[in-house]
């Protein structure tokens, strides 16, 4: 069965720091972009964080610049996202999203991923 399964999201304070892990089983990550969304409550989708397996292409959305890595672990099939020094505004229900991208770089568009996770809710509170 072809899925992407989220983990690692749960309750952090601000400052503080998370890593998620997206796994997929039933195919190969190689070649694919994968890219991670995220939606608050009342509020639009976000993202991607995106990472082209391909060429090793990163793209950061302006918010999460500089505080959030994304990452491939080949073994383990799975793409990482470790973000540091989070801040109210990051508690959201994260995704991890995946499209085989003929071009070298990531789709920005969620309607252009192919896979979908369930999503992980990470929450932000002192």
């Known amino acids: 069965q072809v899925q992407l399964v989220e983990s690692g999201g749960g309750l952090v304070q601000p400052g503080g720091s998370l890593r998620l892990s997206c796994a997929a089983s039933g195919f190969s990550l190689d070649g694919y972009s994968i890219g991670w969304f995220r939606q608050a409550p009342g509020k639009e989708r976000e993202g991607p964080t995106c990472?082209?397996?391909?060429?090793?292409?990163?793209y950061f959305a302006d918010s999460v610049m500089g505080r959030f890595i994304i990452s491939r672990d080949n073994a383990k099939n799975t793409v990482d996202l470790e973000m540091k020094r989070l801040q109210f505004e990051d508690t959201a229900v994260y995704y991890c999203a995946a499209v085989k991208y003929a071009d070298f770089g990531c789709p920005l568009a969620a309607n252009e991923y192919y896979y979908w996770g369930q999503g992980t809710q990470v929450t932000i509170s002192s």
């Open positions: 990472k082209n397996t391909r060429s090793g292409t990163l």
